[in-house]
Structures are given as C-alpha cells and as structure tokens.
C-alpha cells in the first residue's frame, strides 16, 4: 500500500522517468530581509535564506548553476529531465522584464522540463502569475509559497511578514490561472500546540492546493531562533514527537496532494538543533513504519471542503 502521495512518483507518473530538480540562486532578496518589510527576516532564516543554498550558487549565471546542477544529478541519480527551481529567499521580488530573462534562461535547456518558483504570498502580482502561466504550455510550472502557519499569532511570533489572509488570497489567485500551488508549513514553531498545527492541515485540506513541503523546524546558527535557544526559550521537537505529529498531519491532508517533502534538510555545518535533524535517510525510513504501525494513509481523516 502506499501511504503518501510522494513527489519522486508524481513526477515519474507525468514523464515516465525519474526527474530531479535543481536549484537555483538567482541573485534575489527578500521584503523581509531588505528594510521593505523588516530587516530582521523570520526567526528562522539565516543569511543563506534558511539554509536553501544561496552563498554557494550567488553571482554565478543561471546557465552555469543549469550546467552544474545536470552533471552531478546525472552522475548520482541517473537522471536525464530536470526541473529548474529557484529556490533561495523571494524569486518573484524583481520586476516582471527580469523575472523572465531569468525563467527564460533556466528553461533554455532542452533537458529541463518544468519550473518551480519559492516566493511569498505577499510578492506576486497578476502580472507575474500570468508571466508564470505562460510557460505552462510547454513546462510542468509550479509556483511555492511560504506560510509555516494557519496561525496569525505565529506568523506575528516568527516575524514573517504576511499574515493568512495574504496566503489565501494568493493562492486562490494563483489557482484561479492553473499553475500547480505548493505550500510550505513548518511543525514545531514556537509557541504552537499539537492542535494547531492539526488545524493547519486541516486549513490547507480546504485550499486548491495541490502540493505541500512539511518541514521540521532546526536551528541554525545566527538566527534570532538559535539565539532563543541558547537561551533556553525554545526547545526543538523530538523524533517520535516530530514522526506521531507528521503522520497525524497527513492523515488530514487531501490524498491527491503532492508530499513534496516530509523534514527538512539542514546543511551540517551551520546546524545547532536538534542533531537528529541530519540523519534524513534514518528518519523517512521511520515516518514510513509509523504510518505501517498505526496503519495510516494520507488523507486517512481528510473532510472535503464543505
């Protein structure tokens, strides 16, 4: 049986063979980090945007990133399409005429057959998703919008920026266009129950969302959230705790959503807590035999928006 819909399979269903993405810096930043918003950024972010790669990719040409990025997934996944994914902090936070010199230069490739862009629901426009739409004619286009939270408190607690009512207006604009919407939600956020974060699946069961990033909140270095740490004032989830909370959360998730991810993936060097983090291989293979042993699929609780 299989228990979640993955996205490794979604993406073999719609091109037959493995496809990987690669990611991409495309020199952007975010409202949040420049003084527009704030100049603090999330409580969780870093200078590398929240460990998404940015520093390591910066001031190198997208064709280059493309280039390199194709080799080592060649080389380590066998793999021969690609999905080109601007990643690192808001990639529709530039004027329409540069986003699409950018997207136009990732999807040049002959190999390279979708797009997905991470931004923020307060950093698009009509003009930008009717940008993005246009590549849905030759290109699988998905567009990822931060929120972390259904809650306004949290949000307000881990200085985003946006608050929910932002979010859906969004996302239901995008929909309203057709691309494919993606959202991230953090467990573990200061301050949040177990309840609240159950009623945050159960927000986005009611979105047109078709895919979802669930991520574990880590502390990394040089963040206001390490900084609460040290102090003793937040306390990182453990395992168990972490794989109960997940499965619980996809059992109320609709079960044609995409499972883009299940935890995060800190980068090693720059991680504080909690170490358990690092080890994503140990801890898939373990939310896999929770769901077994509670015998429990995505979408098990799920109730179709009234």
């Known amino acids: 049986m299989k228990r979640y819909r993955d996205y490794n399979g979604y993406l073999r269903e719609k091109f037959g063979e493995r496809v990987q993405k690669i990611?991409?810096?495309?020199?952007?930043?975010?409202?949040?980090?420049?003084?527009?918003?704030?100049?603090?950024?999330?409580v969780f972010c870093d200078r590398r945007g929240s460990g998404t790669g940015a520093m390591i990719n910066h001031g190198r040409s997208i064709a280059e990133q493309i280039?390199?990025?194709?080799?080592?997934a060649e080389r380590r996944y066998g793999a021969r399409k690609f999905i080109a994914y601007f990643q690192s902090f808001t990639n529709t936070y530039a004027p329409v005429p540069r986003l699409r010199e950018l997207y136009d230069q990732a999807l040049s490739h002959r190999s390279v057959v979708?797009?997905?862009?991470?931004?923020?629901?307060?950093?698009?426009?009509?003009?930008?998703?009717e940008l993005l739409s246009t590549y849905m004619k030759s290109h699988l286009v998905w567009i990822e919008f931060g929120l972390q939270s259904a809650h306004d408190v949290t949000l307000s607690r881990i200085n985003r920026g946006h608050d929910i009512a932002c979010?859906?207006?969004?996302?239901?604009?995008?929909?309203?266009?057709?691309?494919?919407?993606?959202?991230?939600?953090?467990?573990?956020?200061?301050?949040?129950?177990e309840?609240?974060?159950?009623?945050?699946?159960?927000?986005?069961?009611?979105?047109?969302l078709?895919?979802?990033?669930?991520?574990?909140?880590?502390?990394?270095?040089?963040?206001?959230?390490?900084?609460?740490?040290?102090?003793?004032?937040?306390r990182c989830l453990e395992r168990e705790a972490y794989i109960e909370l997940l499965v619980s959360f996809l059992e109320l998730l609709s079960p044609t959503m995409v499972i883009q991810r299940l935890t995060g993936d800190p980068i090693h060097s720059e991680l504080v807590a909690p170490r358990w983090a690092m080890h994503k291989s140990k801890n898939?293979?373990?939310?896999?035999?929770?769901?077994?042993?509670?015998?429990?699929w995505q979408g098990k609780r799920y109730k179709e928006p009234q």
């Open 167 to 193: 979010f859906e207006r969004s996302v239901r604009m995008a929909s309203q266009t057709g691309l494919n919407v993606c959202t991230h939600v953090i467990l573990g956020l200061p301050g949040e129950t």
């Open 195 to 208: 309840q609240m974060m159950l009623d945050t699946a159960r927000y986005l069961g009611q979105l047109p």
């Open 114 to 129: 979708g797009l997905s862009v991470a931004t923020r629901p307060d950093c698009v426009s009509p003009e930008v998703l």
């Open 284 to 296: 898939l293979h373990l939310i896999r035999r929770k769901l077994e042993e509670r015998n429990s």
């Open 210 to 234: 078709q895919g979802v990033k669930i991520h574990l909140l880590y502390v990394v270095k040089h963040t206001p959230l390490a900084a609460s740490y040290e102090k003793g004032e937040y």
């Open 23 to 42: 990611s991409l810096d495309a020199g952007l930043n975010c409202p949040n980090r420049d003084g527009s918003i704030s100049d603090k950024g999330c």
């Open 67 to 72: 280039s390199d990025g194709r080799r080592f």
